[in-house]
């Protein structure tokens, strides 16, 4: 299956040598949702094999098949934007926390996050502190 590109950057690949990488969303036939991140180039310059790569959740690795979509949502210049925005989307889409998304880790918070009740409280109360 091919990339789609949703981001705002259109022809991106007319410019590829401008950009390191990309942020992207791969949803699965039965509603899960893993996001994740890509560079274009490896550190010697080479370019990688980004358009057949599928993940590195072993979820999607070993069920290929389950791949309804798989779409670029972000092109970036640098790892620092890539990293930032790849934990950004993670949070705002809640796959860390939603049974739907496959993100068990992101930039080395790994594991099962454990939350009481209260917990999850403090949490819901601190995210509104920054929503409209």
Known sequence: MEWVNVSSIENFEDRLDDFLGFIYEIKLTDGRYYIGRKQFWTAKGYET????????????????????SKEIIGI????????????????????????????WSFDSCKGTLKLTEEDK????????????
């Not at 970036?76 to 950004?88: I, L, N, P």
């Open 49 to 68: 094999p980004w358009r057949e790569y599928n993940s590195t959740s072993k979820t999607i690795k070993e069920n290929p098949e389950l791949i309804a």
């Open 121 to 132: 409280q403090q949490l819901e109360h601190l995210r509104t502190r920054w929503q409209n």
């Open 76 to 103: 970036f210049t640098s790892k620092s934007a890539m990293r930032y925005t790849e934990a950004a989307c993670i949070l705002w889409s809640d796959s860390y926390l939603n049974p739907l998304g496959l993100n």
